[in-house]
């Protein structure tokens, strides 16, 4: 298997579809819309990490990840 930075679109979807299915196996709705939820603020935080000019070389400083991570936190909590 190629590496996930070198796959093409299709296998990219391919990948993710079967990942998807492999998760839901056995899950409730709520679980199944839980899961979705996270890797949907998974994939919008790396979208937005990418588009981040300010990064060098994609490293940020350990303040900004703890203030990342509280924010995420609390947001959690208040779900």
Known sequence: MSSLY???SGQLLTM???FSAALAQGQSQA???KLGAFFTIVGDTLALY???PTR???KTSRQDEEAAVTSAISLGENL
């Open 56 to 58: 060098q070389g994609g």
């Open 6 to 8: 070198n796959a093409n």
């Open 31 to 33: 679980q199944l819309a």
């Open 50 to 52: 990418a588009l981040e």
């Open 16 to 18: 993710a579809v079967a």
